[in-house]
């Protein structure tokens, strides 16, 4: 069995395409690859610029392609962010982000990476 991970997920860029403040579209095999994930007993958890009524946006259209995630943008569901009291910065296993050096790897080659 695999070890539960914490996974660290962008939206823009990432899951779908960049059109910030509007949602872009999929980014092929983005959603069939997180609900595998999740399935596997992963956490996700969304990590995004977003905030407000763009980041509810963002967490609706995730779940209605059947994802919800372990939390969003913070370590845990109940952790309460106070800017200046507690940092922003999520601890994960992995992060999936398009500003990664080398830029976003296919959700193919993530999958494999994630299942060796």
Known sequence: MVKSLVIAVDFDGTIVAHKYPKIGAEIPFAFSTLRELQK?????????????????????????????????????????????????????????????????????DIWQLLNK
């Open 40 to 108: 596997q007993g992963h956490r996700l958890i969304l990590w995004t610029y977003r905030s407000g009524s763009y980041l509810q946006d963002a967490v609706d259209y995730c779940a209605e392609n059947g994802i919800i995630f372990y939390a969003v943008n913070k370590n845990f569901p109940e952790e309460i962010y106070v800017d200046g009291e507690v940092s922003r910065k999520i601890y994960a296993d992995f992060y999936i982000d398009d500003r990664n050096i080398g830029g976003l790897l296919s959700w193919s």
